[in-house]
């Protein structure tokens, strides 16, 4: 049955103390809590990055990127466990837990309080930490800002004395290995010149030996031929007189001979065998019949033996020649060219130029540390110092006490007409009206005055109570709260 809001402002008048309970009820609640709720305090300090007062050639220029990476190596170095737990033994955070809670735990907390956050331009950030106490707050900022600065310069100076102590052994080792580069390039070289020179003595020696062997041969050659002149050469004319019987011809001779025309016609006369035959063949005697006979001529003169010195100076010669050519073969092939000198120079020009490079490093890793020595580089600046905090910015105690009433307000309204569905009875000529009924009569109601008045004294005393106890808890949690600071 629908109901009009005349008829739900009549039941909320009838039934007030339904509505009302609730209302006080959760507004005295809401006051507790807000006032029981601890007081949050933030203290904030700003710290703002300094560009470097040098060349940008000199130190390196601060990028978006690398921005970033200083600003988390900064919050990473801060919000470690050691720095945090030391913050928490010195200012004594968390007495009354820390026997019973773990130090991991106590460390999240306060890590969890820590805020670090980015601010404007130029580069700066905000360190702010959060406390129920103002002044703890302020103490705990002001030691995490000094800590931060100290660890800033730090590691700004220790990362350029790391740098420079890394260059400074990757360029003794690259000095120490030009410098074995060099010397391998000069015992190349000296080993080139070596070989050069062993292939000069070769090529002389070879040539001295091949021009003397030729020599050789000639005089072997002009020794031969004077042999063969000297045997066919011809004979004065004789006369003609009795002859004893000829002589038998010489069979070695004739052998000889035949044997040599069998050379020829396979070889030539200065091939090595025909040259042994024809030296043999002038070490034997001449043919007696190869002198003509003829008249009228003078007495030719006896025959002329073949010197055996010749034959002996030939042989000689060709043992000669052949001590020659086995001094010559045993020369041996030409000494090899020698081809680790270009390798030799390559790797030392290699180790040169890593050694120049690395020395350029080295250099600006120096006048590096030297910025950073003498704070012209990039460094920290303190631009808000660590605040007190006047207000705390939690709990926001007017939301939760308007929202308190709001609710009470509400759950009361619910009440009152849930007790009017739920109560058949019908206690007013309004509530009768909402029936469409025609009304009769109407009987009132006939009490005796002693009961209503001690129905009413109970009420009021019921009604007294339950506010003074909600006044009073409301007024302790205020008072508890203004003297808990």
């Known amino acids: 049955m629908a109901q009009s809001p005349n008829f739900s402002l009549s039941v909320l008048r009838s ?25 949050t305090f933030v203290s904030t300090a700003v710290i703002q990055l300094e560009a470097a007062r040098v060349s940008p050639k000199l130190v390196a220029s601060l990028s978006q990127s690398r921005w970033t990476d200083l600003l988390g190596g900064f919050r990473n170095t801060i919000l470690s466990r050691p720095t945090l737990a030391a913050v928490i033994q010195n200012h004594r955070l968390y007495d009354t837990q820390r026997g019973r809670v773990p130090m991991e735990d106590l460390v999240e907390r306060l890590r969890q309080a820590v805020v670090f956050d980015p601010v404007g331009n130029p580069p700066a950030f905000r360190v702010s930490v959060s406390h129920d106490d103002r002044f703890v707050a302020q103490r705990v900022a002001a030691d995490l800002v000094s800590r931060l600065m100290d ?7 220790d990362d350029t004395r790391f740098t420079e102590r890394f260059l400074t052994r990757q360029y003794d080792e690259a000095a120490a290995a030009a410098r074995s580069a060099a010397a391998n390039l000069e015992d190349a070289v000296r080993a080139r010149d070596k070989r050069d020179e062993s292939a000069d003595r070769w090529r002389e020696e070879r040539r001295e030996l091949a ?9 072997r050659e002009a020794m031969l031929r004077e042999a ?9 004319a004789a006369v003609r007189r009795e002859h004893p019987p000829a002589p038998a011809p010489n069979p070695e001779r004739a052998a000889l001979i035949r044997e040599r025309a069998a050379l020829l016609s396979r070889y030539t ?25 003829v008249q009228l001529a003078p007495e030719p003169p006896a025959p002329r033996p073949a010197a055996p010195g010749n034959a002996t100076a030939i042989a000689a010669k060709d043992r000669e020649i052949d001590a020659l050519e086995r001094r010559l073969s045993g020369l041996g092939p030409r000494p090899a060219q020698t081809t680790g000198v270009d390798e030799a120079r390559r790797s030392a020009d290699a180790a040169a130029r890593r050694e120049a490079e690395l020395k350029a490093k080295l250099d600006e890793a120096r006048m590096a540390m030297s910025v950073n020595d003498d704070r012209l580089g990039e460094s920290l600046e303190v631009v808000e110092t660590a605040s007190l905090p006047e207000t705390p910015v939690a709990p926001q105690r007017p939301l939760i006490v308007l929202g308190g009433l709001v609710l009470g307000l509400i759950a009361g309204a619910a009440c009152a007409i849930a007790r009017e569905s739920i109560d058949g009875a019908i206690g007013s000529l309004t509530a009768l009206s909402g029936l469409k009924l025609p009304v009769l009569a109407a009987v009132p109601l006939v009490e005796d005055d002693y009961a209503v008045r001690l129905r009413t004294r109970r009420a009021v005393a019921a009604w007294s109570v339950f506010f003074l106890a909600g006044m009073a808890a409301m007024a302790a949690s205020t008072a508890q709260r203004m003297l808990s600071r």
């Open 228 to 236: 063969v002149a000297r045997d066919s050469a011809p004979r004065p």
């Open 269 to 293: 006369a200065a091939h090595p065998d025909v040259k042994a035959i024809e030296a043999r063949i002038a070490l034997l005697p001449p043919d007696p019949r190869s002198a003509p006979e």
């Open 15 to 39: 039934r007030w103390r339904w509505a009302a309970a609730p209302a006080f009820l959760s507004l005295a609640a809401a006051v507790v809590t807000a006032n029981l709720l601890p007081d």
């Open 151 to 157: 660890q800033g310069l730090r590691r700004g100076s």
């Open 211 to 219: 021009t003397e062997i030729a020599a050789m041969r000639r005089e």
